[in-house]
């Protein structure tokens, strides 16, 4: 601080640091991370294939085409191996669906719609 410097309120200074929360009323809710999860595609592209074969085979109203319309982009962005996107849709899922992949048996599916 130089000798005219007038402060008010907080005087703040940090170098060379990963901060998570500064200054008044600040709050840290913990580490923030921008590293994606590693997924493993082939795993995840097969199971989508079955669960899209499986709604492909139940009577549709327009829920379920709407269901069967996220299954497609979550499979093309497994595809191109965009993780967030590809979870975006999953989880936009219902219940219903969970429980149709849950009975042909899709866990890894299962774990990322029910999330």
Do not use: C, R
């Not at 849709?89 to 990322?112: F, M, Q, R, T």
Request: aromatic share 6%; net charge negative.
């Amino acid at each position: 601080m130089k000798n005219n410097d007038f402060v008010m309120g907080d005087k703040i200074s940090i170098h060379n640091s990963a901060i998570g929360a500064v200054g008044s009323g600040a709050v840290n809710y913990g580490n923030v991370t921008s590293a994606s999860p590693d997924y493993d595609y082939s795993v995840i592209l097969e199971e989508i294939k079955k669960l899209k074969e499986a709604l492909y085979n139940i009577p549709q109203n327009d829920a379920q085409i709407i269901a069967l319309s996220d299954i497609i982009h979550a499979e093309q962005a497994a595809v191109s191996q965009d993780g967030s996107t590809m979870v975006k849709y999953l989880k936009k899922l219902g219940v219903w669906v969970l429980d149709v992949a849950k009975e042909v048996g899709v866990n890894v599916i299962s774990g990322l719609i029910g999330k």
